[in-house]
Structure formats: structure tokens, C-alpha cells
């Protein structure tokens, strides 16, 4: 333990402790930007700054260690000096058109210079040039970058891809697509990890909001709305809702305020593409000497651009089983429109998503029906939801709960954990073990493979199939190191869940933002309550799953399945233009 | 005129010049201290700032044209214009440099000119794409500038804590040679220290001199288990026993083949003694051997064994064979008795065979660390006056400054500007008297030395017993040439920057056969270099890394403060043998002086990107 003096406050910590958390500790808040734990502790934005005395310049409380005896001013004339400089600094750079920015209200630097009071600008003011492109689903706004580097250090160390870098050198130094590249003819994933950890509006995720606006508006078109499960965890974060209020149902109801024909949900898919990726792994895993091991999931893009670019020769590898977004568009623009004797093309079908990657993902060529059109019309991140509730001055507190839409409204407890690490994973092995036994297991009997551990490994016995050695990932750089061990033989398996996102999809791009926070565990055990809680918790036991292969794809791998339900990974280029 | 001014008066510089004098010092030294890969544009345009603040304001080609430049420059880095702006910067500089009416103006338009031929690249990407071709890729200059990237604020931290033998581990993590690396290291991490823009470079040789010399025997880490694999090094130079230390700790079998008698190369047959002290030196090898390196010496590759038997019995060939034989003047007389290459001396020396020169007058022809090497041998083997003769002047030499400060200390004469032009010798044959031309120093050459030419003044004689020829050694490709190794013009082998030789399946070659002559650390590093790719080649993927952990730094200390030199024995004393002649620092000392450490590894960039490879 070291003792030392804080503002007067006698206080000790143990070794090796920063004087930010040291203060944090003691309740003292010291102001910082770029600072994110383990992440980004590089001392650049200078807003820490606090005076030790002793020492004749002031040292940033990010990175310095309390030492023995330290005698700590976190507010003196001089500190106030610096931080309140420092920052006019950074905003003589920073495009503060505040009031059209989309993290206006979520915004550190603004919520910074409102605490420190700053309401003049000494500094002639002079914001780097933006050259936005919007063909990607991330945004790069150079205008508002504070070059806090934590989209550097967030793409490097948590996902490893390496597609953000410093450019330029000397006064001009920023940030950008590393190796002078843009974003478009790089491997990108577009997981929005960036942009979560962005402290401004200089990394968004591509605002399509209006696109969905215009479908409401025509009177000819029938709009579909699917929303994935851990969005319903997550939005009412945004409307400080407590607990009781921010129920799916709220959500429901919102979403209907705005004018949508159809509520449905994705965990409906979720269960769909349990019954064929289920299918699939009990099709290979009896048939072992036909394909290469392991078989992975598929339902996350952002993991499915990454194995394409990073491990080509592993595609072959994923599951054919389309992701529950697109499975959902491609059954609404079938079986769904003509159940409901709807023309598919005046059918505009939008997803509400926890995720940036899904707006890449339901552009691909691939994902298109029999007219060639798009499975799924418009891709709408949670954030972008909870936008639209706020332009029409909902106020979801006030609503009545209400219910899903039927026939493509319904989900299980295995639905509903698709949305959180090791819940794709949980809910294939329930069915599985169904499919070759013919008899239910315990539905916690996988729990090795719930918890926010980021790569995680179990052994299960189905009788009459054999032990099935798994591994449930999260993560781009925990991915990369898994992959690693796969190809190199140092680990074997035969089933892998990947999301891109630290935590799954709970922890996804497309949520909403609490700076230097992460969420995604928290996120993640309310949807493993809702499972617990389900009265279903068997994929093949949804009714409406159950009725729609009985009614239309008559079985799971079956010839309308093959057509609507799966897709080749190869058909398409990940990278398309390496100019 | 004020009528009270007196007629002349004394010039004393008032306190605001003194105050600028001060701070073009730090200026320069801050130049001095510039980090690499800065962007080129950017630079030259604020260098064009500073001349435009220079310009006396009288004619209009400096006073506006200047401006202009700068602003067009600026403009380029804010990616505003269109290509066509380089044409109008390329013809405003032209007439500035046709028109100005002093050097202030024609000088800093030729600044602007040198740069749009040197980067054009740059400019064209600045305006083509809005972007920067300069990257600051490893951005701690020490570590950046040492050959082998060894960790050296880490080490400094380490020695500043005491624990000297932590900082040889760690040091070995990059470099297997720390002992010899401390006594006789060029030491390229001082060049652009960034403690230059606050005082000066610390002396980072030193401080590992200190660490060596206060460690005692370190033990050598543990090897990887074997691997079956066997790698011949031809050469046990520094560069060769480097291969060998990083193959065997990767579990490879390794053997060394040597021509000479011992091991070391030029460490033993080039380097002096009162420099590398012969026992540190057989420290040192016996160390990096005891990791179980089977070692043949005077074997010669070519003639004992050839080169095709080596590359049958093993599975991979590194050729480390250095520069050793001498290169001729060519004057007359060169063939004379008493005429001897400084190669033959040093290696003479190396084994311990010391020629007598008691009483004779000695001539050494050259300007390098090897001509200050043989004149300050000559000196210690007894002779009566030394004369070292160069063409151009002292400041020209290449050698380093300290060394011929040095030799001049001991009593060495340095007859600059005089070119060898004859070998005077007796009818025995003898050598007695080198001539030599006065030269008058000229125009600066591409290199940016300035070229000796003739000078209207008669030969000088220059009596001598002995005649030592230090101008530049050159590779023995003999034994190679016929195995298809490539020899490129200059007669060095052709490897490429991986040291693999191109189309030549596991042979790798490294060190002065490749470069030419050069420092003992750039051999270490093409050593490390050969050992991590001839693992890959081998079909491995060991990893090199050092279990020391570097001590977090507390604010460093920017009180300026002058730097710790190393102190010498006394010339009049050491000049009379071959004992080291520098002196460690004091525990006092290297305290100080490692606390001068700016510890680039963690402020500024370091704690961002690249403040520490912690394994390669």
C-alpha cells in the first residue's frame, strides 16, 4: 500500500495504482478524453493533467503511479489552467456543430467543455477537412476526430484487424485507414467497435433512417420490422427506463407508434436457423469424413467478412446456414407475403440491429430473392431506433406493452440468447441433442458455455452421435489466436460460435453508447434471464417454426430451405476493389 | 548622427541577443534531434520559415518571394491546390534563385528546388490524395537508429535501479555482444537522442559499460529444445558468433568455421586492445559458446574444406566471412620493404605477434578508425614519431573525432592536406621516406565533403622506417566465386536485406562481406537478422525475448544538465601499452547519467505503438 494526500484527503491505495483510479476510488472525478482502460491509457488529450507537488510540471493521472508520500491537487489554479486550455485546444480543431451532430447529448467533449464552463473560444478556430464516404456502414468525419487514438487501439488490441492508424506526421498528424487505404477495399468488418468507443461524432455508423422514413410514408408498401434479441436488452438505455419499464413489450409498442405494419422478431429466425444450422452439423457430424472440421457458425458478419479475409481457406467451413436477419427477409418475402397475399416487391422489410456489420451484410449480393431483390430492404442499429422514437416524441415509459406480431412474432428461450456469447452455441446443442436422440436435454445442461470468458471450451456427450468438443469465441484478436490454434492443429474441435463483438452481439456496434463502459455482460445475463424465464426454450418447439415447415419448407435442409435459407459464402468477394 | 555617439564604440550583445544566440544552440541541437521519417514537405516548409524570418527585407525575390513559397507549401500540406502548383513553386523558386541578391535568398530558394527533385512523391501525395508518405514507424530514436534495436531505454532504467545484470540479459535479448558493444560501439543510438533538445545525448556507452563491468558473469538463458537441424557459420566474427548464439538458443546445431587462429574477427584482428581489452573479449566468446557451439578454427572455407562439402552436410550455410584483406594505394613504391597494410599489423597484433618499431619514424596513409587504430599501435610498438597523413582535413576524416583527438594526445603528428604520392626507398629496397602532395581544400562533393585538389606547393618528404597503408579493406571472394555465389561490383557478396542470397537455397550471408567495412553492431545485426530467418527458412518460429521486466518510469528529470564523458588514463602513461585507455563511469556518475534518460519508451509516442518489441 502507498500513503498519499489528495485535496487535503489523507488516502492510500495499493501498488502500481494510477492517481486517476486512485481517485476514483476516493470519489474525487478527475476529467478525461482519450483515457480507456486497458485499452487506451496513452495520456494524449492532457485533460487529467493534475498537480504533485514536489514536481515542477504537472503529470498526467492517467498513467502515473501514486507513489509513497504523493501530495495530489486534482483542482488548483493551475490545473484548472491547463485542463481549461487543453480542451480549447482541442476544440480550435474539432467541427462543434453540435446541434446537427448524432452524438450530441452522448458526447464527452461536449459534456467536457460544458463542465469546465468553457462558452469562448480564444483560438482561431480550423477543423481538419472530411471526406465522408457513406458506401461503407461506418463513418469517419475527420472534422470532429480529437485524435484520442482510442478507434487505433480499439481496432489493434480488442479486434486485431489493424485498419485504423495514425497518418500524417507533425502538426498534421491524425488518424486514418492505415496504409494510406480507404475504408471500402479494406477488410474492414464493419463490427463498430470504433464507433462505440469513439468519445465524439467522428466515428458513426452510416444513418439510414430516412431510407426507412420514405417506406412508411408510401401508402403502396407493407412495412415489416424484425428486431433482434439484444436489442430489447439494450434500448431502453437510451430513455433511462428502469428495469420494470424497459420491457420488450414497451419496445413493441414504440415501434408500432412509429407506423409499421408488422412487428415481428428476429428470435423467430433465431429458432428457424437453429432447426437448419442444427440440421446441418448433425448432417456433417454423421458424415465426418465428407467436410472439414470444425463447422462454424455463420450468423455473425462481421466474423464471417473476417474468416473470408483473414482465413480464406476456412469458408468452406462455415455453416450454409444464412444468418437469422436474412433467413427472417428471405421467409417474410415467401412465405410470409404470400400467406398474407402480399406482392414481395411493395414488401419492405427493415431489421432493428444490435449491429453496424448487418448493414454490409443485407447488401451483399447474395442476399437477394428470386427477383433479385434484397432479402432485407434497410439495416437499423438499435441507436437508429431509439433515433426514430425520439423524432416522434415517444415516450415509451407512457406506453402500454404490446405483442409481438404472428405469424413471424414468435421466439424461444434458445431464440433469445442468439444475442449474447455462447447463446448460438447453447441453443444449437439443445436441438441437436434433440434431433438425434428424439428427446429433450436439460436446457442448462450446456451452461460450460454461457459467461462473458472470451474463448471458451467444452466437451458434450449426445448419445447415439458421440462427444462433441466445441468452442465459443468473442472478440476479433480472441478469434484471430483461436483460428491460430485451429490451423495449426494445437486445438480440435468440432462446433465454433464466433461473434466479432467483445461479449456477442449484447456488446455490438449498433448499441447504444455509455463511454467507458462496457456493457455487454451486463446486456447479456438479462437475455440469459429471459431464457430462463421462457415458457419455450427449444428452437424446435416454437409452434410457428414447427407450422412454417409443415405449411411451406417442409424440412430442415430440405429443397426450399436450400433455396431461401442457405447461402454460398463463396459467391461473393470480401474484398472487392484492392485498389 | 546621435550627436552624443562617441566615434567607435565596443560591441557588447545585448541580453535579447544572447538570449537568441541560446536559442539557435538549442535549435540545432533539436535539428539534430529530429526523429526519422518526418514528412519531408512539412519540414521543408518550416525550414523555408525560418529563412523567411532571416531575410533582410531589401530586395523583392527574397522579401515576398519567399513568403509566397511558404505559403504555397502550406497550402500543398492543407491539400487545397491542384498539381499544377508545383510547376508555379518550381519556377517562383528559379527566379528567387536567379534574382536574389545575397545567399539568404538564393540559398533558402535552392532548399525549396533540392526538395521538389529529392520528394516529389511526397508533394504529388499530399496534392493527388490528401495524404502523407512520411510514417513515424518506430519512434524511439535510440532504439530506432541501433542496427540490432536493442532495448536501451529499458537497459538504461535497469542500470539506473542497479541492477546491471538485468541489463545485460536484456541487452542480449538483441544483441549477444553487450561487453564488446560497451568498449567499442560507434554508438549510432547517441546520433539523434531526443535529451539532445534539452541538453545533450546521454552517453548510452557508457551506461552500458558500466552495466557490463558491474555485472559479473551473467549466465546464459536457456536453449529451445533441439531441433535436428544444423547450420554452418563461416566467419566467427561478430556477425557469425551472433547467428550462432540465436540458432543455438533456438535449439539448432550450430558450427562455426574460422580462418584465423582464434575467434572475434576484426573484434580480435581489428580492434586494439587498449580499446577491447583481450580478456572481456574472450569473456565474452567463451560465453555465447558455452550455449554448446562446436567451433573449427584455421579452417579456410575454399582451401581446408569447400564450400559444396559444408552446404552437403548442413542443412543451412551462413556466411559471415568479413573484410580482411587490405587495399593498395597504388603509388610507386608501394611494393618497398618496410610498406605494411594495416590488416597485416592488427591481425599480427591480434595473435600476439607485436612487431618492434623502437626508434623508427612511422608513416600511416589514411583518415579512418583503422588509420587511428595502426597509428596509436605504432606508438605503444615503441616508435619514435607517428605521422598519420590525409589528403583532406581533420574534420573530413572519418574516423572518430575522439580517437584522433586521442592519437594527437599520445603524440601522434596528423599531416592533413597532404596526398601520398610516392614510396622513396634505399638500394636495399628499404622504405625510407613517404612524399606527399600539399592539397587546397575545394568544392563539396555529392557526399557533402568538400574535395582536396592540388595545391601550387612542392611535394613535402615525410623520412620513414615504416610505412603503414590504412585506406579501406576489401572481401577475400576467393573459394566463393566458383560455387555461383554473386559478387557485386565492389566485391561484395550479394544478399539481399533478409541476407538471403537469391537463388541459392539456404546460404545466407551477412556483416562487411555484404556492406563492405562497416561497424561491429551492423554485423550483429545482420547476425540476428540470418539467425531469424534461417529459423523460418528451417521451418521454425522461435521466439527471442528476455524475462526482464523495464521498471515504470516516474517523471523524468529536463533540468538541463551537462552530459557524463568517459575520462581517460593519462596519455603519457597509457601511450606505453596496450592496457584500456577509457575509465568507467563512477557509481555517481552513472547514476546521473542514466537518469538523464528521457525514457522515450513510455512518454510521447512510446506508450502508444512501438516503445518496446519485446520479442522478435
Known sequence: MVNFKMNDRELSVSNGTTILKAAEQAGIPIPHLCYLKDINEIAACRMCMVEVEGTNRLVPACNTEVAEGMVIHTNSPRVRQARKTNLRLILSQHNSNCTVCVRSGNCELQRLSHDLNIHYQPYQVCPERSNVDLSTP????????????????????????????????????????SYNRYLKNTACTFCGQCVTHCPTGALTVRDDTNRVLRALADPEITTVVQVAPAVRVAWAEAFGLSPRQATTGRMVAALKRIGFDYVFDTNFAADLTI?????????????RGKYRWPMFTSCCPGWVRFLKTQYPSYTENLSTAKSPQQMFGAVAKSYFADKKDINPKKLFVVSIMPCSAKKAEAEL????????????????????????????????????????????????GAAVIFGTTGGVMDAALRSAYYLVTGKNPDPDAFTEVRGSKPWKEATFSIPGAGDVKVAVVSGLANTRKLMEAVDSGKADYDFVEVMACPGGCAGGGGQPIHDGVEMASSRGSQLWKLDAKALIRFSHENPDVQELYHAYLKKPLGEKSHHLLHTDHDAWDALPDKA | MDSNMSRLEVKTPGQAQAVVEQLYRNMERRIAASPPGLCPVDMALNFLNLCQAQTCGKCVPCRIGLTQLSNMIREVLDGEPSIGILRRIENTAQVIVDTADCAIGIDAANLVLMGLKGFRDDYEEHILHHRCLGSLRNPVPCVALCPAGVDIPGYISLVNEGRCADAVRLIRKDNPFPTACAYICEHPCEARCRRNMVDDAVNIRGLKRYAVDHADNVPQPK??????????????????????????????KVTVYEKQKHLGGMMRYGIPSYRLPRQKLDDEIASILSLGIEVHTEVDVGTDITFDALKQEYDCLYLSIGAHTDKKTGIEGEDSEGVISAVELLRGIGDDEMPDFTGQNVAVIGGGNVAMDVTRSAIRLGAAKVTCVYRRRQEDMTAQQEEVEGAIAEGAEVLTLHAPLKIEANEAGHAVALWAQPQIIGEIDKQGRPRPN????????????????????????????????????????LADSSTQL????????????????ATVIRAIAAGKAAAANIDEYLGFHHEIKSEVTVPTPRCTDLRPRGRVDATERDACERKGDFQCIECGMTDEESAQESSRCLRCDRFGYGNFKGGRVEKW
Request: with cysteine; proline share 5%.
Open chain 1, 138 to 177: 461506418i463513418v469517419r468525419e475527420a472534422s470532429k476526430c480529437i485524435k484520442c487514438m482510442r478507434c487505433v487501439q480499439v481496432c489493434d488490441k480488442v479486434q486485431g484487424m489493424h485498419i485504423w492508424d495514425v497518418a500524417g506526421t507533425g502538426s498534421r498528424t491524425t488518424v486514418d485507414v
Open chain 2, 502 to 517: 537469391p537463388d541459392m537455397e539456404g546460404v545466407f550471408a551477412g556483416g562487411d562481406c555484404v556492406t563492405g567495412p
Open chain 1, 275 to 287: 432447426m437448419e444450422e442444427g440440421s446441418e452439423f448433425i448432417q456433417r457430424f454423421t458424415h
Open chain 2, 223 to 252: 536453449k529451445a529444445p533441439a531441433t535436428g537441424k544444423s547450420v554452418a557459420i563461416i566467419g566467427g566474427g561478430p556477425g557469425g558468433l551472433s547467428a550462432a548464439y540465436y540458432l543455438a538458443l533456438m535449439g539448432h
Open chain 1, 365 to 412: 449480393p447474395t442476399m437477394r430473392n428470386a427477383f433479385g431483390d434484397p432479402d432485407v430492404d434497410a439495416v437499423l442499429t438499435t441507436r437508429e431506433m431509439c433515433r426514430l422514437f425520439r423524432s416522434d416524441c415517444i415516450v415509451p415509459a407512457d406506453l402500454e406493452e404490446a405483442e409481438f406480431d404472428s405469424p413471424l412474432g414468435s421466439g424461444t
Open chain 2, 454 to 493: 592540388t595545391a601550387a606547393v612542392e611535394p613535402l618528404r615525410i623520412p620513414a622506417d615504416t610505412i603503414i597503408v590504412a585506406i579501406g579493406q576489401g572481401i577475400e571472394t576467393h573459394g566463393f566465386e566458383q560455387t555461383g555465389i554473386k559478387i557485386q561490383r565492389g566485391g561484395t557478396l
